[in-house]
């Protein structure tokens, strides 16, 4: 099992631009997170979903949209990027919310 | 009052050393708790899961007391290896979202 698998590994963007971040599982989890992380600072949930077709926002969504058409993926898209969503985003999925999440390696994104 | 908070050190620790550290919480109705471990520009990864009674896995034992409202992480024999940042989680009662603490970061010195 590959788990969750992320893409691009890094990015850079410029300000205004938009992108989508890819997020992947094979563990047929329902429930997946997009988690953005900055320099030194816990994780902060963005957007979250308990199953396909099923979203809700998280701490931090405004900037964000997400997606949940299959099980397996969780598209994170970004409109309008600005430098203040430079961050490192993390993806994650689990079985049940008090169960192991399990993460992706990352996208290192910069926004200049 | 933050939701979770961690002291965010950094601890510095001589191999072999035993270390602890905390995390408060401020929801009383948050029901589980855990510590996950995070490497250098890496993933965070589940350390263990905190129970009500106190468990132990190896060098680790984690607690909770809920009267005060925190959880600790305590490391035995600490190794080179265990040099990371410690995250602390929390959810909350009927909520399927999790809280992260800002991490408590970690160095093991030879």
């Known amino acids: 099992n590959a788990g969750v698998t992320q893409t691009p590994k890094f990015r850079i963007l410029k300000i205004g631009q938009s992108m989508t971040l890819q997020c992947t599982q094979d563990?047929?989890?329902?429930?997946m997170y997009w988690y953005r992380q900055d320099p030194g600072m816990g994780l902060k949930l963005i957007y979250y979903s308990v199953g396909a077709g099923i979203t809700d926002k998280g701490e931090v969504p405004n900037g964000y949209n997400v997606s949940r058409s299959t099980t397996e993926d969780f598209p994170l898209r970004l409109e309008l990027a600005a430098p203040s969503q430079t961050s490192v985003y993390f993806c994650a999925s689990s079985e049940s919310p008090i169960l192991e999440q399990y993460f992706g390696p990352g996208t290192r994104l910069t926004v200049t | 009052r933050k939701e979770v908070e961690q002291d965010p050190g950094p601890f510095n620790v001589p191999e072999g050393a035993t270390v602890a550290f905390n995390c408060t919480y401020s929801?009383?109705?948050?029901?589980?708790f855990f510590w996950y471990r995070q490497d250098c520009r890496k993933e965070p990864k589940l350390l263990m899961s905190?129970?009500?009674s106190g468990n132990e896995d190896g060098r680790f034992t984690a607690q909770l007391n809920r009267a005060s409202q925190y959880i600790s992480l305590l490391i035995r024999d600490s190794k080179l290896s265990d040099s990371a940042t410690y995250l602390c989680v929390v959810i909350g009662f009927g909520n399927e979202k999790l809280t992260f603490g800002t991490g408590t970061r970690l160095t093991i010195i030879p």
């Open positions: 905190v129970y009500s």
């Open positions: 929801n009383s109705a948050s029901q589980s």
């Open positions: 563990m047929n989890h329902n429930y």
